[in-house]
């Protein structure tokens, strides 16, 4: 029997509950859990902020593990075989058609209206299909990355979803060599954020957020500035960020808060003809309004928004942190480690902002 920690539903404590071992269908796979990270996702599944959950679930959409069992020939991007013992990763959404208007003719495979996600929105009725368990079964068809010999399982988790998420978003942006950037949220997409733009180029990487904790990881990654919103007002971290780009503003600013209020304060970050990303709009948190006149049109803003990752944000960003991982140690994000009894209390250290990265070790008690 294989236990796993089950979110039943909305504002719920989570379960401990045993499963079969899986089934194996030709093509599929079972990993034996190493780490599966616990991000803000995780926390508005917690709390019903996204529609169409088949709750009961069970959590944990990036995950990595050792290879236990293969049905069949499986092969990484690359064409290699996968074999028993292998530590991988895998692409967690699963599904997208790669037949429909999206996939095929916009070029957005994000949008695919069939795609589905390991840890949101498979039911725990389906099978181990999510992280917060000690195996997860990876259906046939699922993307699977073999780790490099240089990437640690700490190493890529402390990356996580943060990594491809803000890959995208730095991609979107195109930053530029000698440019400078604003992110907004020092949480684990803020921070990757930071590694990805310096690697892009940037010359100055100034980040907005808080707690001091996530703050001076971000410094640790560096960025040049680190502006507390708990210091300061709206107003003054705005004028902040003009005071340090020559009174311009940043020429790309990248929004990773979640917060609605951030983008009327992010547009004003942003220097007259710069690119403005969202991506931190997950959920539905509500709207903001701001004037289209001063902060976007006569601005002459780019404005983008930012939706999910593919295998390529995946792909490259876990090269990028195998190559550059001693220079940016993303590992050290990880605050605590929980096993799957402590589920709940990572949701709550999460939430809270106590932690910068939590992760669920399925051999912790």
């Not at 050792?66 to 064409?79: C, H, N, P, Y």
């Not at 001076?216 to 971290?237: C, F, K, N, T, V």
Request: glycine share 12%; hydrophobic share 40%; proline share 6%.
């Amino acid at each position: 029997m294989v236990r796993a920690a089950v979110m039943t539903g909305p504002d719920q404590p989570l379960e401990l509950v045993r499963f079969a071992n899986p089934q194996l269908e030709p093509g599929g796979m079972v990993l034996e859990t190493i780490y599966s990270e616990v991000c803000g996702t995780d926390v508005h599944l917690w709390r019903g902020r996204l529609s169409g959950v088949p709750y009961p679930i069970i959590p944990g959409h990036v995950t990595v593990g050792r290879v236990e069992q293969v049905a069949g020939t499986v092969s990484d991007v690359s064409g290699e075989p996968i074999k028993t013992g292998d530590v991988v990763t895998f692409l967690d959404v699963h599904e997208t058609c790669g037949r429909c208007y999206y996939c095929q003719v916009a070029r957005t495979s994000t949008r695919c209206p069939h795609r589905r996600v390991y840890g949101i929105t498979y039911s725990a009725s389906e099978g181990l299909l999510g992280g917060w368990s000690q195996k997860v079964y990876l259906k046939p068809g699922v993307h699977v990355l073999r780790l490099p010999p240089a990437l640690s399982p700490e190493r890529f988790i402390g990356g996580g979803c943060g990594l491809p998420t803000a890959f995208h978003a730095v991609e979107r942006a195109g930053v530029r060599l000698g440019e400078s950037v604003v992110i907004q949220g020092s949480g684990p997409v803020g921070l990757a954020a930071v590694m990805l733009a310096r690697l892009s180029g940037a010359l100055q990487v100034i980040v907005v957020g808080g707690p001091r904790l996530r703050l001076d990881m971000a410094l640790r990654l560096e960025a040049e500035l680190a502006l507390d919103i708990g210091d300061l007002s709206p107003a003054q971290r705005v004028q902040a960020v003009l005071d340090a780009t020559g009174g311009r503003g940043a020429d790309v600013t990248i929004e990773a808060t979640g917060v609605p209020a951030a983008l009327s304060e992010g547009m004003a970050m942003t220097r007259d003809g710069g690119r403005y990303v969202v991506a931190g709009q997950y959920t539905d948190a509500g709207e903001v309004s701001f004037n289209p006149h001063r902060l976007l049109n006569q601005k002459h803003l780019s404005l983008l928004g930012c939706w999910g990752t593919d295998l390529s944000h995946l792909y490259r960003g876990m090269a990028l942190l195998s190559k550059f991982g001693s220079r940016f140690p993303l590992e050290l994000t990880i605050s605590h480690r929980y096993g799957l009894s402590g589920t709940g209390q990572a949701l709550l250290d999460v939430e809270k902002q106590r932690v910068i990265k939590a992760v669920i070790d399925p051999s912790l008690p």
